[in-house]
């Protein structure tokens, strides 16, 4: 299995502050990556596919780069709603695996 | 907009088979997406389970050890998940989700519990 670690595991930020998550993958994976950011008792919302691409409204201060093994999340100008815990997950090969979490904290 | 619930038993007992559905709204099952079980727990985290296409074969988590059986009622709009021989470990909170290269629909989730 392809292995996903994220880093840090939590982060304290305020509003306004830029924040950066890191992914990075057991071997590589091409670009084949999304984050999700996930609230208490909701479901995980798809936020960028394609380690870069922004799904369809997604504000534009979120964005993610990388390739290979390397992927990061940056949200500019974080905002109240912003708090929650983000995943990364690979979708280049069975089974598909989560990076185990980065809990955005005020 | 379609949207994804899941729906099942909230309590099952060890050793017992757990089985959960899936409803889809607000669009068709047939229009060539695949079909993802996730769970979640506090230890191990998002868990992908299996997926299947409409018309294809499942894919399922080699970890699961074969327990795990994924199907697809197009008529009912509806894909199901069993998994047998359940333990404590099998507690957690399972969501359904659809997945076009990327699982961009999520059910609100289930929790199951595992406890005699």
């Known amino acids: 299995d392809i292995q996903m670690t994220q880093s840090p595991s939590s982060v304290t930020a305020s509003v306004g502050d830029r924040v950066t998550i890191t992914c990075r993958a057991s071997?590589?994976?091409?670009?084949?990556l999304a984050w999700y950011q996930q609230k208490p008792g909701k479901a995980p919302k798809l936020l960028i596919y394609?380690?870069?691409s922004l799904q369809n409204g997604v504000p534009s201060r979120f964005s993610g780069s990388g390739s290979g093994t390397d992927f990061t999340l940056t949200i500019d100008s974080l905002q109240p709603e912003d708090f929650a815990t983000y995943y990364c997950?690979?979708?280049?090969?069975?089974?598909?695996?989560f990076g185990q979490g980065t809990k955005l904290e005020i | 907009q379609v949207q994804l619930q899941e729906s099942g038993p909230g309590l099952v007992k060890p050793s017992q088979t757990l089985s959960l559905t899936c409803t889809v709204s607000?669009?068709?099952?047939?229009?060539?997406?695949?079909w993802n079980w996730i769970r979640q727990t506090a230890g191990k985290g998002l868990e992908w389970l299996g997926r299947?296409?409409?018309?294809?074969?499942?894919n399922y988590n080699p970890s699961l050890k074969s327990r795990v059986t994924i199907s697809v009622d197009r008529s009912k709009n509806q894909f199901s998940l069993k998994l047998n021989s359940v333990t404590a470990e099998d507690t957690a909170v399972y969501y359904c989700?659809?997945?076009?290269?990327?699982?961009?629909?999520w059910g609100r989730g289930t929790t199951v519990t595992v406890s005699s």
């Open positions: 989700a659809r997945q076009n290269i990327y699982m961009d629909v």
């Open positions: 607000g669009g068709s099952m047939s229009s060539g997406f695949h």
């Open positions: 299947i296409y409409t018309t294809g074969s499942p």
């Open positions: 071997q590589g994976i091409n670009n084949w």
């Open positions: 394609a380690a870069s």
């Open positions: 997950q690979q979708a280049t090969s069975f089974p598909y695996t």
